[in-house]
T-cell receptor
Framework: ETGVTQTPRHLVMGMTNKKSLKCEQH?????MYWYKQSAKKPLELMFV???????ENNSVPSRFSPECPNSSHLFLHLHTLQPEDSALYLC??????????????????FGPGTRLTVL | KNEVEQSPQNLTAQEGEFITINCSYS?????LHWLQQHPGGGIVSLFM???GKKKHGRLIATINIQEKHSSLHITASHPRDSAVYIC??????????????FGTGTRLTIIP
C-alpha cells in the first residue's frame, strides 16, 4: 500500500452514533492533516498534527475529536454529529522540514477522502 | 471577498485546447499550491511554487509574487484532465502554523 489511504470511503451515520475515520500514510511524513470539504465551499482545515503533536485546531466543534497515535496514523472520532456535518473529509500528509514552523510551504499529499452523510 | 480568488469558476473546452486557470490572492504567502480534485473526491497535489515557473508534462504553473497572481496552464487538453483545480496559499515563513487558504476551485470539463 502506498501513499495516503483513508477508511471507510463512505459512511452513513445517525446523529446519535459514534464512528471513527482512519487515515494512514506510507510516505514517511511527519505531519498529518484533516480537512473538511462541504458542497460548494473551499476546503477547510480542521486539525494539524506535526511530529504527533496537535499544532492547529481551527475552531472545530468538540463533536470532532482527532487522535494521532504515531506519525503514520491519524483518526477522526465522530460523536453526536449534525446533518450539516455531512461532507467529504480528507486526510493529507507532508514532510515538514521546518521543525513545526510554517507548514503551509510543504507539499501535501491527500487521501481519497471519506464521504460522510449524517442523517 | 475571499483571500484566494480563482477564475473562471467553470470552464468547458474542446479537446486539444490550451487551458488557463487563474488564481489571485490578497495575503502574504511563502508558497502557492495547485491541486487537482477528481470526481469522487480524490485530491492530487500538482505543484508547489514560491517563484517563477514549474512544468510537469502538459501542466505549467507560474506565479508572480509582486502581482499576487498565479496561473495554471494545460497544453493539448484531454478529457482525462476534466477535474476541479484548486489553488491554495500558505502563510509567510516565520509566523508559524499559518494555515493553507483555499480557493473555491475551477471546474474544468474537456469535451472530446
Amino acid at each position: 500500500e502506498t501513499g495516503v489511504t483513508q477508511t471507510p470511503r463512505h459512511l452513513v451515520m445517525g446523529m446519535t452514533n459514534k464512528k471513527s475515520l482512519k487515515c494512514e500514510q506510507h510516505l514517511g511524513h511527519n505531519a498529518m492533516y484533516w480537512y473538511k470539504q462541504s458542497a460548494k465551499k473551499p476546503l477547510e482545515l480542521m486539525f494539524v498534527y506535526n511530529f504527533k503533536e496537535q499544532t492547529e485546531n481551527n475552531s472545530v466543534p468538540s463533536r470532532f475529536s482527532p487522535e494521532c497515535p504515531n506519525s503514520s496514523h491519524l483518526f477522526l472520532h465522530l460523536h453526536t454529529l449534525q446533518p450539516e456535518d455531512s461532507a467529504l473529509y480528507l486526510c493529507a500528509s507532508s514532510q515538514d522540514e521546518s521543525s513545526g514552523g510554517s507548514w503551509g510551504t510543504d507539499t501535501q499529499y491527500f487521501g481519497p477522502g471519506t464521504r460522510l452523510t449524517v442523517l | 471577498k475571499n483571500e484566494v480568488e480563482q477564475s473562471p469558476q467553470n470552464l468547458t473546452a474542446q479537446e486539444g485546447e490550451f487551458i488557463t486557470i487563474n488564481c489571485s490572492y490578497s495575503v502574504g504567502i511563502s508558497a502557492l499550491h495547485w491541486l487537482q480534485q477528481h470526481p469522487g473526491g480524490g485530491i492530487v497535489s500538482l505543484f508547489m511554487l514560491s517563484s517563477g515557473k514549474k512544468k510537469h508534462g502538459r501542466l505549467i504553473a507560474t506565479i508572480n509574487i509582486q502581482e499576487k497572481h498565479s496561473s495554471l496552464h494545460i497544453t493539448a487538453s484531454h478529457p482525462r484532465d476534466s477535474a476541479v483545480y484548486i489553488c491554495a496559499v500558505g502563510g509567510t515563513r516565520g509566523f508559524g502554523n499559518e494555515k493553507l487558504t483555499f480557493g473555491t476551485g475551477t471546474r474544468l470539463t474537456i469535451i472530446p
